[in-house]
């Protein structure tokens, strides 16, 4: 059974830094994409940041991508976001998600439908 674990969040000051993490168990995600959606109240689940597992290879929203910063432990099956200069309107619940193997090395999947497995999510709270 596929479980993605995500910890590390919390409540921090504007201009603060958070890393949080995901720990990924049940299958292998070789070739495969993990990613970090948020959603806060009211609003969608929006894309943040991805990862090709394999290749190692990041892509992120235009809107967070020079305060964000996903990697992987493939030894740990852990990734990672640090988010750096963290404003108010990053506020959000932020979920780990996973694809199946994708054969394609040119698919980067930013969409929440295109993402099988999901944690639970971890609670990030930044105060002005």
């Known amino acids: 059974q596929v479980q993605l674990v995500e910890s590390g969040g919390g409540l921090v000051q504007a201009g603060g830094s958070l890393r949080l993490s995901c720990a990924a168990s049940?299958?292998?995600?070789?070739?495969?994409?993990m990613a970090w959606f948020r959603q806060a109240p009211g609003k969608e689940r929006d894309f943040v940041a991805a990862?090709?597992?394999?290749?190692?290879?990041?892509y992120s929203a235009d809107s967070v991508k020079d305060r964000l910063t996903i990697s992987r432990d493939t030894a740990k099956n852990t990734m990672y976001i640090q988010m750096n200069s963290l404003k108010p309107e990053d506020t959000a619940v932020y979920y780990c998600?996973?694809?199946?193997?994708?054969?394609?090395?040119?698919?980067?999947?930013?969409?929440?439908?295109?993402?099988?497995?999901w944690g639970l999510g971890t609670q990030v709270t930044v105060s002005s």
């Open positions: 049940g299958r292998t995600f070789t070739n495969s994409a």
């Open positions: 998600a996973a694809t199946k193997t994708i054969l394609s090395t040119t698919y980067y999947p930013r969409q929440a439908y295109q993402y099988d497995y």
């Open positions: 990862i090709r597992w394999n290749s190692g290879i990041t």
